[in-house]
């Protein structure tokens, strides 16, 4: 549990497209929740590790997003680009504890891989990583990514065996079970980036010393393999707050591409962002939005 008084909260968009009613939403509960114990933080974390999908101009967007809106963030905006040498650091002592793999595998090899197994098509198991790569021999797999592209993975279930049963608390909800092996053996590092959004997100909240990681609800389940990569690491565990989501009409989720509801679009349309920032506090969504579940 947090002590009172030390609260430290971040908001992490990812600069890949505009923020939308969503985003407000969660910046909002993460600034409240900061800034509702004396001495809170509320730390802004842009997550551009993604060389192909982040750019400069949707960085600037969610800045003066977060202005529009009246939300104040503590200290400098923290890059994720600015910081690969610490993901680097974190994947080299999971290899060096065996916990990590080189995965060749194309994306064409991991759907043949799961369509030539008994797995169910929609099933949990069909989006989840076959482990074909686990088998290759050490020695070779060695000798392989000297020449081939390669992402690494983690050994999850050895990762798991190795720390034994884990947990996290849940504001409002209590304490929650991981299952990190539902996961799969995720991707720690990428051909193309040098560290997936996983590896990062736990070493960027030990590192900014979150102590409540407020996000959306869809990000629930990343927890439990979240809560593994903490554990192999010796990082301390923030507690969660997984808040609903602002559906659109058809209720679900919305995404980027959703302009009616974008915010930069709202705000150069005019549109007041502290009057939006108080009925979002209230759950009043305009019109054809509402909170999921609410
Ligand atoms: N950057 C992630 C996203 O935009 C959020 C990371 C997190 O809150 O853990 O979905």
């Given at each position: 549990?947090?002590?009172?008084?030390?609260?430290?909260?971040?908001?992490?968009?990812?600069?890949?497209?505009?923020?939308?009613?969503?985003?407000a939403?969660?910046?909002?509960?993460?600034?409240?929740?900061a800034?509702?114990?004396?001495?809170?933080?509320?730390?802004l974390?842009?997550d551009?590790?993604?060389?192909?999908?982040?750019?400069?101009?949707?960085?600037d967007?969610?800045?003066?997003?977060l202005?529009?809106?009246?939300?104040?963030?503590?200290?400098?905006?923290?890059f994720?680009?600015?910081?690969?040498d610490?993901?680097?650091?974190a994947?080299?002592?999971?290899?060096?504890?065996?916990?990590?793999?080189?995965?060749?595998c194309?994306?064409?090899?991991?759907?043949a891989?799961?369509?030539a197994?008994?797995?169910?098509?929609h099933?949990?198991?069909?989006s989840?990583?076959?482990?074909?790569?686990?088998?290759?021999?050490?020695?070779?797999a060695?000798?392989?990514?000297?020449?081939?592209?390669?992402c690494?993975r983690l050994?999850?279930?050895?990762?798991?065996?190795?720390?034994?049963?884990?947990?996290?608390?849940?504001?409002?909800?209590?304490?929650?079970?991981?299952?990190?092996?539902?996961?799969?053996?995720?991707v720690?590092?990428?051909?193309?980036?040098?560290?997936?959004?996983?590896?990062?997100?736990?070493?960027?909240?030990a590192?900014?010393?979150?102590?409540?990681?407020?996000?959306?609800?869809?990000?629930?389940?990343?927890?439990?393999?979240q809560r593994?990569?903490?554990?192999?690491?010796g990082?301390?565990t923030?507690?969660?707050?997984?808040h609903a989501l602002?559906?659109?009409s058809?209720?679900?989720r919305?995404?980027?591409r959703?302009?009616?509801a974008?915010?930069?679009?709202l705000?150069?349309?005019?549109?007041?962002?502290?009057r939006?920032?108080t009925?979002?506090?209230?759950?009043?969504?305009?019109?054809g939005?509402?909170?999921?579940?609410?």
């Open positions: 549990m947090t002590p009172p008084g030390s609260i430290v909260t971040r908001f992490a968009p990812s600069p890949s497209g505009e923020l939308h009613l969503g985003h939403y969660a910046a909002i509960v993460a600034h409240d929740t800034r509702a114990r004396p001495g809170g933080r509320f730390i974390r842009i551009d590790i993604d060389p192909g999908r982040s750019r400069p101009e949707h960085v967007a969610i800045l003066a997003d202005a529009w809106l009246g939300l104040a963030w503590d200290g400098d905006p923290v994720q680009s600015d910081r690969l610490s993901y680097a650091a994947l080299d002592t999971l290899r060096s504890g065996g916990f990590a793999y080189p995965c060749f194309t994306r064409a090899d991991i759907a891989e799961i369509a197994s008994d797995v169910a098509p099933g949990p198991a069909a989840r990583y076959p482990g074909t790569c686990r088998a290759i021999p050490a020695a070779e060695m000798a392989r990514c000297a020449a081939e592209p390669h690494w050994d999850t279930a050895r990762a798991a065996d190795s720390v034994g049963p884990l947990d996290w608390h849940e504001d409002g909800v209590g304490t929650i079970a991981a299952d990190p092996l539902a996961a799969g053996d995720i720690l590092a990428r051909k193309d980036a040098p560290a997936s959004y996983h590896l990062a997100n736990v070493v960027d909240d590192a900014l010393g979150v102590t409540c990681v407020v996000r959306g609800s869809d990000l629930a389940d990343a927890t439990h393999v593994l990569l903490q554990a192999l690491l990082l301390p923030p507690d969660y707050r997984h602002v559906v659109g058809d209720g679900k919305l995404a980027k959703d302009h009616a974008g915010l930069a679009t705000r150069q349309g005019g549109i007041d962002g502290a939006l920032a009925d979002l506090r209230a759950h009043r969504f305009p019109t939005y509402s909170l999921a579940n609410a």
